[in-house]
């Protein structure tokens, strides 16, 4: 970007902070006035094309304005009446005026006909506030929560310079303070847009509006965007676009090494940074910045880009240049396709009927293509023809043949596994030209790790850094290129310490989930045809796509730290014995103890369930395994358990380890609040009747289809009656668990459930000796 660029971003991401101004009670003019004073006196900016901005972003103060016609405030003007049309819609409540408190609500309350009417608590994003629930319960913002939050970005705006070198940091400052402030207040409208999401959407608008114009030779912005702007509206001015990279479960899987685990965390990290470094990258080329990044999480990303000659090329050309340095890197591992299509500010708001969705598909069918015809002729050739330094010798870890180390690795597995030990610990995480022994990254970069002193050092050199990522911590400063929410719990090191920590049976499980429907919920999860479609917009998918965002990549986090689930109620003052070995923006895969992971799922799926209103929900497979179980085979076997699961009747469903697959409420509730709990009652107060009976018992069951079993099942329930001189305790355990027998065992739903919940009581209570 070019210094104008600079100033228009920066005057976009600041031209409705006079909001905060105002909420707080410090100014009662118009917020307009109110932020153009702030920035002006409190924060000291005398750039006039910035001031400007803030300005006169509204019509009434914009038509008499002594201002040029090439003035930015025209850009930011028509950007923020895109971006307020995408995400200011009326609420079905005819009220008017304004509640300056009001809190903002999910969007969730909206998405899949949801209806609802919840609200989120006046809220700052750190670490320390815990989730962010959508509750019931109205809690307005208070004069002093403004004050708190006015005061806060005037601490972080007093640092910056406002050059291109801060402009992620400004958008750092906006999204740790302003994620859960409400953008409108007005009765009239749906305030579930947030002040932070508005604000990036009109910077991102606004990038994309500039650099159309400027192919287009256009220099009188009032004329074509403020006189004629109806018509501005419908051209096609914006590219949304996307990335997907192919092959990620088997760069990430097909390993065979000591260790995994810690194998298994850096590959899948450094695919997540690549991704991110790619994205930076393109959007740099274009000449935009972080705030066209829309979504990115899985492999994949949307971003909003100017329909412009320049804009397509860059982007065609910079994902061929890539897959170059992909096959050179990885052979054939991975491969990105990109695809992108024409839109404009109504269509993005889903003007006329259906044309949202129809951008959407015009990306998908882009992409597909991309991916059936992934290189061409010459690369074909180039393939088939490639030499390699040394044929006789295969990588130890990622099983390619090539040019290997002493210790059997090749180079890009040697820098991941270097990696690994850092990724825990490490706060940043730096690009440069510089650091060789770092891992390879496009455009001759090498990523390293390190602390804050170690990036303070390299900013002063300035000599070959290109970028600086900060990992789940707000830092502002120059080359920063933005904070990277990380899923990076982690409680041990290798598979065997967690199987070592399971209780009973010493296995390690393993957890892989994704949301259902989850491309059909940003596609048309708001459509709504009695509300005539009016929430169908570009800004509910990029707020619900950032929330989904936080929740994989920053809250579950606390959902291991803090957990709420037990199944046999023990204590919950520790924390999960468990890895997060991937979170993003919509799946995750957790190793841990066997029982740990069980606990994790149910968990997990309630605090989902609980975050989206019940609007959206997890499918998930579970396996246990021996420690020395190949993790390319795990990642297989989970993986078909995860796909039984999404083939349920209604999804939002677990397959399990014995096969069986169950809907969430009916694997917590009967399987294992009904059916275990019964088990448990009675073997843990039963001093005579051991695991033979369980294991004879579990036998039986299984079995039922040959008659004489059911007889042996009666006589096998009877020998379990408590002797003479028994506890009263004792005989009533005995007759509730004989009397539930008896009636589970005629049922098949039941005794599918029954031997579910034998399994996993024969696992807890399982002796270590011999194990292996």
Request: aromatic share 12%; charged share 25%; with cysteine.
């Amino acid at each position: 970007m070019n210094e104008r660029e600079v100033k228009l971003i920066i005057g976009a991401l600041l031209h409705d902070i006079g909001k905060i101004v105002f909420r707080s009670g410090k100014d009662n003019r118009k917020h307009s006035i109110s932020g153009y004073e702030y920035l002006k006196n409190t924060i000291g900016i005398s750039d006039r094309e910035i001031l400007d901005c803030v300005r006169f972003h509204h019509a009434d103060s914009l038509k008499n304005a002594d201002i040029s016609d090439d003035s930015l405030a025209y850009i930011v003007y028509i950007a923020d009446n895109i971006a307020s049309a995408s995400d200011r819609r009326e609420s079905d409540q005819k009220e008017g005026g304004f509640d300056t408190q009001t809190p903002l609500q999910p969007v969730f309350n909206l998405l899949n006909r949801n209806n609802a009417n919840k609200f989120y608590s006046p809220f700052f994003l750190n670490e320390t506030e815990g989730i962010n629930y959508p509750t019931n319960e109205k809690k307005d913002f208070s004069r002093m929560d403004y004050s708190r939050i006015i005061e806060d970005i005037t601490d972080h705006l007093h640092g910056m310079n406002w050059d291109n070198e801060y402009v992620n940091s400004l958008l750092e400052i906006m999204e740790a303070d302003l994620s859960f402030v409400p953008s409108s207040t007005s009765k009239r409208e749906v305030p579930d847009i947030s002040l932070f999401d508005h604000l990036k959407m009109t910077a991102a608008f606004a990038g994309c509006i500039c650099l159309y114009l400027k192919e287009k030779g256009v220099v009188d912005f009032k004329k074509i965007l403020f006189e004629n702007a109806e018509r501005f509206y419908k051209e096609d001015v914006f590219l949304l676009a996307s990335l997907d990279i192919s092959g990620i479960q088997k760069f990430i899987y097909t390993i065979t090494t000591k260790d995994a685990l810690k194998t298994l965390r850096s590959r899948s990290f450094y695919l997540e940074i690549l991704m991110e470094y790619v994205i930076d990258s393109l959007l740099d080329r274009i000449g935009l910045c972080r705030a066209n990044r829309i979504y990115s999480g899985g492999g994949h990303c949307y971003l909003l880009l100017p329909n412009t000659e320049a804009a397509r090329v860059a982007f065609d050309q910079y994902i061929d240049q890539l897959n170059g340095w992909l096959l050179k890197e990885f052979d054939h591992a991975l491969f990105i396709a990109g695809g992108y299509a024409p839109c404009s500010g109504v269509s993005l708001k889903n003007e006329p009927d259906g044309s949202y969705s129809n951008i959407f598909h015009q990306i998908s069918v882009s992409i597909s293509e991309k991916k059936l015809h992934r290189y061409s002729a010459k690369e074909i050739i180039q393939l088939n023809h490639k030499k390699v330094d040394d044929y006789t010798r295969e990588c130890s870890v990622c099983k390619r043949m090539g040019k290997i180390s002493d210790d059997g690795i090749c180079e890009s597995c040697k820098g991941i596994v270097q990696l690994s030990g850092k990724i825990l610990y490490a706060d940043f995480f730096a690009v440069t030209t510089e650091e060789k022994d770092g891992l390879h990254m496009p455009e001759g970069g090498y990523l390293s790790a390190g602390n804050k002193e170690s990036i303070v050092n390299l900013q002063k050199r300035d000599h070959g850094l290109l970028r600086i990522y900060a990992k789940n911590n707000r830092y502002t400063g120059q080359h920063l290129a933005t904070k990277l929410w990380v899923g990076n719990y982690s409680s041990g090191s290798t598979f065997e310490e967690f199987a070592q920590k399971a209780i009973g049976i010493n296995r390690i499980g393993v957890l892989r989930a994704d949301v259902d429907n989850l491309g059909m919920a940003f596609v048309a999860g708001f459509d709504n045809s009695s509300n005539h479609n009016r929430y169908v917009t570009l800004s509910r998918t990029a707020t619900l796509s950032r929330q989904l965002s936080l929740f994989f990549k920053y809250f579950i986090n606390q959902v291991l730290e803090k957990p709420d689930y037990r199944i046999q109620g023990n204590t919950l003052d520790s924390s999960r014995n468990a890895a997060i070995v991937y979170s993003g923006g919509d799946d995750v895969f957790i190793v841990g103890a066997w029982n740990d992971i069980l606990e994790i799922g149910i968990d997990l799926r309630r605090k989902f369930e609980h975050y989206t209103d019940g609007t959206l929900s997890l499918s998930a497979g579970i396996g246990v395994f021996s420690p020395g179980y190949p993790i390319h085979a795990i990642a297989s076997e989970v993986g078909a358990m995860e796909e039984r699961a999404k083939q349920y009747p209604g999804k939002n469903a677990v397959t399990l380890f014995d096969g069986k697959t169950y809907g969430w409420k009916e694997f917590e509730d009967e399987v294992i609040g009904e059916k275990y709990g019964c088990i448990f009652s009675f073997f843990s107060k039963s001093q005579e009747r051991g695991k033979n009976f369980l294991y004879n018992l579990l036998e039986l069951i299984r079995n039922q289809e040959e008659k004489i079993n059911f007889a042996r099942f009666v006589y096998l329930i009877s020998r379990m009656e408590p002797r003479q001189g028994a506890s009263d305790m004792g005989k009533k355990a005995y007759h509730e668990f004989s009397k539930n027998m008896m009636k589970w065992i005629h049922q098949e739903k039941d005794r599918r459930q029954l031997e579910t919940a034998m399994t996993i009581y024969a696992y807890h209570t399982r002796e270590t000796e011999g194990q292996e």
